[in-house]
């Protein structure tokens, strides 16, 4: 939570410093597409009764890039994609799927054909289904995170840029709620760190 509080006035004394400085515009906009490791994190009260393993998803999104003007240092990535998180028990993936909400600030860092751009912002994260499992079960309706990352982008044609993008996601809040485990359940907190590669299309 100390992790979000930080975020907001870093946010805002970039977006806002005034009034006319805060009307934003379309830049672009695109589609992602690539695959999420995702690495669950149990912390349980006492001993350790499992030891959950790392899952491999696809993931995909659809973005839109703003800007208050061609001079602004940071561009404003709004953003809602699809990402699957869970984990592997006793050889059996158990995966839980998300509606991804992350808002960041993109800075390039170089601008030639080939330009190279970072990242970092909150995302919140809705929970749409989960398979049938104890612990899934105990899942809350939503997380709050943050992202950091780096892209390369190239010109494919006149109007429109490819891109290759490397993520890293982790959560802030707890994943499950306590109330909703089994009864003898010792498991305290579930938090997921996600790393997620994609490649996508800028218009």
């Known amino acids: 939570m100390r992790a979000i509080l930080l975020l907001v006035p870093i946010l805002f004394a970039v977006l806002a410093p005034d009034a006319a ?5 379309l830049e672009g906009f695109g589609v992602k597409g690539g695959a999420s490791f995702s690495s669950p994190d149990f ?11 790392s899952i491999l998803a696809p993931t995909g999104s659809a973005f839109f890039e703003w800007s208050t003007g061609r001079r602004a240092r940071f561009h404003v990535m709004t953003e809602a994609g699809w990402v699957r998180r869970g984990f592997e028990l006793d050889g059996k993936d158990f995966l839980a799927d998300y509606l991804s909400l992350p ?3 993109r800075s390039n860092v170089r601008n030639d054909n080939t330009g190279l751009y970072v990242f970092f912002g909150p995302v919140v994260n809705l929970l749409l289904s989960t398979d049938d499992s104890p612990i899934l079960d105990a899942y809350r309706s939503f997380t709050v995170g943050g992202q950091a990352g780096m892209g390369l982008e190239r010109r494919f ?27 003898g359940n010792t498991l305290e907190s579930v938090r997921h760190r996600n790393l997620q590669m994609s490649l996508g299309l800028r218009f």
């Open 43 to 53: 912390q349980f009260e006492g001993a350790e009764l499992a030891d959950p393993g």
């Open 157 to 183: 044609t006149r109007n429109t840029q490819m891109l290759f993008e490397f993520r890293f996601t982790s959560e802030f809040t707890n994943a499950i709620s306590k109330d909703d485990l089994p009864e």
């Open 103 to 105: 808002v960041v600030l």
């Open 21 to 25: 400085a805060a009307k934003l515009r």
